[in-house]
T-cell receptor, first 110, second 116 residues
């Protein structure tokens, strides 16, 4: 089955700096890669996603890149703000089942 | 905006008891999922459900687990005889089949199950 690895497990950044989270996946058949943000005690919420036929996607301060050959994808958050503090999960989809990474706890220091 | 709703938000039960976790998916969605998240760990896939049958299940989803869509709106997860290690947050998710959004799974707020 699919195995998704996510790094780092924790990330502390100064407000205004960038944050980068990296994930690798094992199953070359995976073709869709969403990122979810989960605030404490709340549901995972989709923040951005990318399909395997696209290399990069951007939505305001967040962007995702995908390298299919290397089987890795990354989340980039620019100009971080305190409200970006949360746990971020990457996931890979194969046959509509999502396999999640272990999560990255992002703390934005004011 | 439509949401997936889950009840109860917190369920406390004794080991060996049966529990039913309830979910109301987004109304025009056709694909339903259960995931669980043990405290501090990753979200894990349990089962997917489409057209009134299980389409895929993980090794976690053993004979103690079952899912049902008893009517046109509810989607339930039953754990027949709970174990301590079943304590986790259980998330329901659903997705539609319209082309632009067919990949997106929308998650409920979760039910925290505590087995004592």
């Amino acid at each position: 089955g699919e195995n998704v690895e996510q790094h780092p497990s924790t990330l502390s950044v100064q407000e205004g700096d960038s944050a980068v989270i990296k994930c690798t996946y094992s199953d070359s058949a995976s073709n869709y890669f969403p990122w979810y943000k989960q605030e404490l005690g709340k549901r995972p919420q989709l923040i951005i996603d990318i399909r395997s036929n696209v290399g990069e996607k951007k939505d305001q301060r967040i962007a995702v890149t995908l390298n299919k050959t290397a089987k890795h994808f990354s989340l980039h958050i620019t100009e971080t703000q305190p409200e970006d503090s949360a746990v971020y999960f990457c996931a890979a989809r194969n046959d509509y089942k999502l396999s999640f990474g272990a999560g990255t706890t992002v703390t934005v220091r004011a | 905006e439509p949401e997936v709703t889950q009840t109860p938000s917190h369920q406390v039960t004794q080991m060996g008891q049966e529990v039913i976790l309830r979910c109301v998916p987004i109304s025009n969605h056709l694909y339903f999922y259960w995931y669980r998240q043990i405290l501090g760990q990753k979200v894990e896939f349990l089962v997917s459900f489409y057209n009134n049958e299980i389409s895929e299940k993980s090794e976690i989803f053993d004979d103690q687990f079952s899912v049902e869509r008893p009517d046109g709106s509810n989607f339930t997860l039953k754990i027949r005889s709970t174990k301590l290690e079943d304590s986790a947050m259980y998330f329901c998710a659903s997705r539609g089949d319209r082309e632009k959004v067919k990949n997106i799974q929308y998650f409920g707020a979760g039910t925290r199950l505590s087995v004592l």
